[in-house]
């Protein structure tokens, strides 16, 4: 048996080759991927109707994390005029609704 094509494959997943590929991404072409978001959506799905709070939470904090970053960076914040920006405010302002939310999901609501 010859396990060459098998070897060759698992070279791609070295440690360097991954982290690069990892290091070149950048967060708004990886939020806009459809393969990215199928497998949110797909594991958001399970997690609801199998009742997994907990990695529904996960799921939806992680996105919502990762869509505030990227609207975020999209936008440009700057402090060097003294006041906040926009984005900035909206950052601040979404990643405490999203972290009380997960809060309450997790730790005050009983189902």
Not at 3 to 13: E, M
Not at 19 to 40: C, W
Not at 42 to 59: E, I, N, P
Request: proline letters at 3%.
């Amino acid at each position: 048996m010859d396990f060459s094509p098998v070897i060759d494959f698992l070279q791609k997943f070295e440690t360097k080759k991954v982290m690069a590929y990892i290091q070149s991404m950048d967060l708004k072409t990886v939020m806009e991927h459809p393969y990215f978001l199928t497998g949110i959506g797909f594991t958001a799905v399970v997690a609801y109707f199998m009742r997994w709070r907990l990695l529904l939470v996960t799921v939806m904090v992680i996105t919502g994390f990762i869509y505030l970053l990227g609207y975020t960076l999209s936008r440009g914040t700057s402090l060097e005029g003294g006041m906040p920006t926009d984005a900035l405010v909206v950052l601040v302002g979404g990643g405490s609704i999203i972290v009380f939310l997960a809060i309450y999901l997790l730790f005050i609501r009983n189902d």
